[in-house]
């Protein structure tokens, strides 16, 4: 009775794992018809038994399924798993391990390629969508490179556009991350240099931020947005000797440039040289009459400079009646200058309060009053 009974058990082992290859075998069928529904359903309780779930063919067919799936423009399929890219990247991952005859090697290998690239579409997609969703394109390219990896393939375009979009998500670990690992691969693309400067700026690292585009200068020295974007920094960190040979070097590269002129104008208003800030603002607004902060700026600088000169006259002593006088009348002169670049300025931003005040007290002191009229009515329409 005992030795039937272990026949009898022998048998139902062994036709237990005849039907889950049988079910795998009809999986198979059913992806070479196009039943990727009826495929899934077969193939999947093949990977937990253990007849099937160590062989390498189980997975094979698996990745084969599920690619299928994610590739399908039939939408019912489409909708059987919104993972399948992912799914389809492991059961490959699980070939290479169990396949130690490399009977699967060479088309894993292939089908990888295509599913990286996938991967690769998944982050364009998401990219380009409006509003953009950078967090999802990121880890699609961060997928894209890791599957590229793992057949021996360093993807650099999928590793910078991981950094861009790592980036637009303000994720500025992983785009330090992969912006660095694109420079030190020698990816030709200035745009890394200005980007990571960008990020150490918004981390409040001046210093590594100048360091990166002196490295990208290095390697691009003709290229005008670095040149640019170095100024910058030393504008605002208010390194004017520095930040002024960089655009001497900006307007020999882009003459008509009037951004680079008007630039040239602030940094020379800063370091106190009137007489250079009015020379490149003149230029700036030569190029661009329409340039609102150069017509504006223009404007100021002149009435600071006529503010000088009324201050320099009310010091000296009351018997000093002809030098006050021509202080003052030479005040005045100044200020006269400065009325088209100011009328100009709030033409072309009727909405700027600064611009019409400093408007309101030149009329003022000149007795320009039906001009005066008309400025404070506009203010009034702003209040």
Same mark, same amino acid.
């Given at each position: 009775?005992?030795?039937?009974?272990?026949?009898?058990?022998?048998?139902?082992?062994?036709?237990?794992?005849?039907?889950?290859?049988?079910?795998?075998?009809?999986?198979?069928?059913?992806?070479?018809?196009?039943?990727?529904?009826?495929?899934?359903?077969?193939?999947?309780?093949?990977?937990?038994?253990?007849?099937?779930?160590?062989?390498?063919?189980?997975?094979?067919?698996?990745?084969?399924?599920?690619?299928?799936?994610?590739?399908?423009?039939?939408?019912?399929?489409?909708?059987?798993?919104?993972? &399948?890219?992912?799914? !389809?990247?492991? *059961?490959?991952?699980?070939?290479?391990?169990?396949?130690?005859? #490399?009977? %699967? =090697? +060479?088309?894993?290998?292939?089908?990888?390629?295509?599913?990286?690239?996938?991967?690769?579409?998944?982050?364009?997609?998401?990219?380009?969508?409006?509003?953009?969703?950078?967090?999802?394109?990121?880890?699609?390219?961060?997928?894209?490179?890791?599957?590229?990896?793992?057949?021996?393939?360093?993807?650099?375009? &999928?590793?910078?556009? !991981?950094?861009? *979009?790592?980036?637009?998500?303000?994720?500025?670990?992983?785009? #330090?991350? %992969? =912006? +660095?690992?694109?420079?030190?691969?020698?990816?030709?693309?200035?745009?890394?240099?200005?980007?990571?400067?960008?990020?150490?700026?918004?981390?409040?690292?001046?210093?590594?931020?100048?360091?990166?585009?002196?490295?990208?200068?290095?390697?691009?020295?003709?290229?005008?947005?670095?040149?640019?974007?170095?100024?910058?920094?030393?504008?605002?960190?208010?390194?004017?000797?520095?930040?002024?040979?960089?655009?001497?070097?900006?307007?020999?590269?882009?003459?008509?440039?009037?951004?680079?002129?008007?630039?040239?104008?602030?940094?020379?208003?800063?370091?106190?040289?009137?007489?250079?800030?009015?020379?490149?603002?003149?230029?700036?607004?030569?190029?661009?009459?329409?340039?609102?902060?150069?017509?504006?700026?223009?404007?100021?600088?002149?009435?600071?400079?006529?503010?000088?000169?009324?201050?320099?006259?009310?010091?000296?002593?009351?018997?000093?009646?002809?030098?006050?006088?021509?202080?003052?009348?030479?005040?005045?002169?100044?200020?006269?200058?400065?009325?088209?670049?100011?009328?100009?300025?709030?033409?072309?931003?009727?909405?700027?309060?600064?611009?019409?005040?400093?408007?309101?007290?030149?009329?003022?002191?000149?007795?320009?009053?039906?001009?005066?009229?008309?400025?404070?009515?506009?203010?009034?329409?702003?209040?």
């Amino acid at each position: 009775m005992k030795k039937v009974t272990l026949l009898l058990t022998t048998i139902l082992i062994v036709t237990a794992a005849f039907g889950q290859k049988a079910l795998r075998t009809t999986a198979f069928n059913n992806l070479r018809k196009g039943e990727l529904d009826k495929a899934l359903q077969n193939i999947e309780p093949t990977i937990s038994d253990a007849s099937t779930m160590n062989d390498p063919k189980t997975w094979f067919y698996r990745g084969n399924i599920y690619l299928q799936i994610q590739m399908s423009e039939n939408s019912d399929y489409k909708a059987l798993d919104n993972n &399948a890219l992912l799914k !389809a990247y492991d *059961s490959y991952q699980k070939v290479l391990e169990l396949d130690a005859k #490399k009977e %699967y =090697y +060479t088309e894993t290998f292939q089908n990888l390629f295509i599913i990286s690239e996938q991967f690769y579409n998944e982050g364009v997609k998401n990219f380009t969508l409006d509003p953009p969703n950078y967090a999802m394109a990121f880890k699609a390219f961060e997928t894209s490179v890791m599957v590229n990896e793992s057949f021996g393939s360093i993807d650099t375009l &999928a590793m910078f556009n !991981a950094a861009l *979009s790592a980036e637009n998500a303000r994720d500025f670990s992983n785009a #330090k991350l %992969y =912006y +660095t690992k694109v420079k030190d691969m020698g990816y030709p693309q200035p745009l890394l240099y200005n980007s990571l400067a960008t990020i150490h700026i918004e981390e409040g690292d001046t210093t590594s931020a100048i360091a990166i585009l002196s490295e990208g200068r290095k390697k691009y020295p003709d290229n005008f947005n670095l040149l640019i974007a170095e100024t910058n920094i030393y504008l605002s960190s208010k390194q004017n000797d520095k930040a002024m040979a960089n655009l001497v070097e900006a307007v020999k590269t882009d003459p008509m440039n009037p951004t680079i002129h008007y630039a040239v104008g602030v940094n020379y208003a800063l370091m106190g040289d009137v007489a250079e800030a009015e020379k490149a603002y003149l230029k700036a607004v030569e190029i661009n009459p329409d340039y609102f902060e150069a017509n504006y700026n223009l404007g100021a600088l002149y009435v600071n400079e006529a503010a000088l000169s009324i201050e320099e006259a009310n010091k000296l002593p009351l018997s000093a009646v002809q030098e006050y006088d021509a202080l003052k009348v030479k005040a005045d002169d100044i200020l006269r200058k400065s009325i088209p670049f100011l009328e100009k300025a709030s033409a072309l931003d009727t909405t700027d309060r600064s611009t019409l005040l400093s408007l309101k007290e030149i009329y003022t002191r000149l007795q320009m009053y039906d001009k005066m009229k008309e400025i404070n009515d506009k203010i009034s329409e702003l209040e």
